[in-house]
T-cell receptor, first 113, second 114 residues
């Protein structure tokens, strides 16, 4: 039973480019969360999705960031026109339902040069 | 506005001794607390949790204590082992959070010396 799978593990983008981060939740999990960890800080909640629906995006910057979790395929976190301040580790997590344990992927480390 | 705080960025302990990691929170709506362990270049892995209806939960070498009146929780590791060296994150969730949304502290880096 594979865990939460994220790819790529490392992503380098030039300023102004787009970054696409993918997350396949654990088998059977329909709840997906994205978190961002800046250097030397804790994880900060960005967005919570269920299949085809954004439930809570209160932690996501209003501009340039978007997330989706389509009926088929992985969840995608998309960052348009990246800036140096977007450099961070982005973690995806999934759970079977509410009040169920949350499992984290290994993260995607985005570096903007 | 940090709702979950881990005031010690690092802790060094001798192998075999007790490690005590502390966490404070400000949001009285939090009712479930978790500790995650994180190695470099990996994702957080769940360690132990506690519901607000309890004041202690134990799992092997790991015990979490919750003091609701002080809004404080702690993780005790006894005996500490070199393999416990990692960053430990305290996290909290509450009835007002969507789904299992977690609020994390800044982490404490534990170093267990052989």
């Amino acid at each position: 039973n594979a865990g939460v799978m994220q790819n790529p593990r490392h992503l380098v983008r030039r300023r102004g480019q787009e970054a696409r981060l993918r997350c396949s939740p654990m088998k059977g999990h329909s709840h997906v969360y994205w978190y961002r960890q800046l250097p030397e800080e804790g994880l900060k909640f960005m967005v919570y999705l269920q299949k085809e629906n954004i439930i809570d995006e209160s932690g996501m910057p209003k501009e340039r960031f978007s997330a989706e979790f389509p009926k088929e395929g992985p969840s995608i976190l998309r960052i348009q026109q990246v800036v140096r301040g977007d450099s961070a580790a982005y973690f995806c997590a999934s759970s079977l339902g509410t009040a169920q344990l949350t499992f984290f992927g290994q993260g995607t480390r985005l570096t903007v040069v | 506005d940090q709702q979950v705080k881990q005031n010690s960025p690092s802790l060094s302990v001798q192998e075999g001794r007790i490690s005590i990691l502390n966490c404070d929170y400000t949001n009285s709506m939090f009712d479930y607390f978790l500790w995650y362990k994180k190695y470099p270049a990996e994702g957080p892995t769940f360690l132990i949790s506690i519901s607000s209806i309890k004041d202690k939960n134990e799992d092997g070498r790991f015990t979490v204590f919750l003091n609701k009146s002080a809004k404080h929780l702690s993780l005790h590791i006894v005996p500490s082992q070199p393999g416990d060296s990692a960053v430990y994150f305290c996290a909290a969730s509450g009835v007002n959070n969507a789904g299992n949304m977690l609020t994390f502290g800044g982490g404490t880096r534990l170093m267990v010396k052989p």
